[in-house]
Antibody
Framework: EVQLVESGGGLVQPGGSLRLSCAAS????????MNWVRQAPGKGLEWVAN????????YYVDSVKGRFTISRDNAKNSLYLQMNTLRVEETAVYYC????????????????WGQGTMVTVSS | DIQMTQSPSTLSASVGDRVTITCRAS??????LAWYQQKPGKAPKLLIY???NLESGVPSRFSGSGSGTEFTLTISSLQPDDSATYYC?????????FGQGTKLEIK
């Protein structure tokens, strides 16, 4: 079964750090661009970051540049998001998602999503 | 950054109705547009990619059209299971953006 499972969410104080993980199974993880998308409670979807199959290209939404780091370990079929200097407004469910099409170039729709992990930034 | 604007923000329609949701981009995105359906507490589900291509397993009552800056998602005959929030997304260039969402309710 094709699956993405996020973990690592929780409660963190403003200014704190958290590392999210996304475990992939049922497909060739190393062949896909991977993304993080977040959704604040009751709000819409916001794309956060993505990473190329081999990790050689990485992009971030402006609001997280310099604070968040996306990475992947193809040997472990895992995607990560290191989040530093967290803000209250970054309280959200964080989803990982694949870009459609094995060995595709940058810029594809997101066809596989995890169930999400909740990050709460609060004192 | 490319801004995506959906209309309407909320929509109420009856079973069997034809429903259309519009998405406008702040600049041309060619056909690099996707539509997603999201139900409460669930992850989004891909419906349409590259503006008009139906994702495998998605009912044929869903269709997408448009190019450049204006796009539409159409549900030809609304079903009770279609109650959800729908998002468009552009994926041209380095940075991706979603529309603000359209909440579709069944009367």
């Amino acid at each position: 079964e094709v699956q993405l499972v996020e973990s690592g969410g929780g409660l963190v104080q403003p200014g704190g750090s958290l590392r999210l993980s996304c475990a992939a199974s049922g497909f060739t993880f190393s062949s896909y661009w991977m993304n993080w998308v977040r959704q604040a409670p009751g709000k819409g979807l916001e794309w956060v970051a993505n990473i190329k199959q081999d990790g050689s290209q990485i992009y971030y939404v402006d609001s997280v540049k310099g604070r968040f780091t996306i990475s992947r370990d193809n040997a472990k079929n895992s995607l990560y998001l290191q989040m530093n200097t967290l803000r209250v407004e970054e309280t959200a469910v964080y989803y990982c998602a694949t870009e459609r099409g094995a060995n595709s170039g940058h810029g594809q729709a997101f066809d596989i999503w995890g169930q999400g992990t909740m990050v709460t930034v609060s004192s | 950054d490319i801004q995506m604007t959906q209309s309407p923000s909320t929509l109420s329609a009856s079973v069997g109705d034809r429903v259309t949701i519009t998405c406008r981009a702040s600049q041309s995105i060619s056909s690099w547009l996707a539509w997603y359906q999201q139900k409460p507490g669930k992850a989004p589900k891909l419906l349409i990619y590259k503006a008009s291509n139906l994702e495998s397993g998605v009912p044929s009552r869903f269709s997408g059209s448009g190019s450049g800056t204006e796009f539409t998602l159409t549900i030809s005959s609304l079903q009770p299971d279609d109650s959800a929030t729908y998002y468009c997304q552009q994926y041209i260039g380095s940075l991706y953006t979603f529309g603000q969402g359209t909440k579709l309710e069944i009367k």
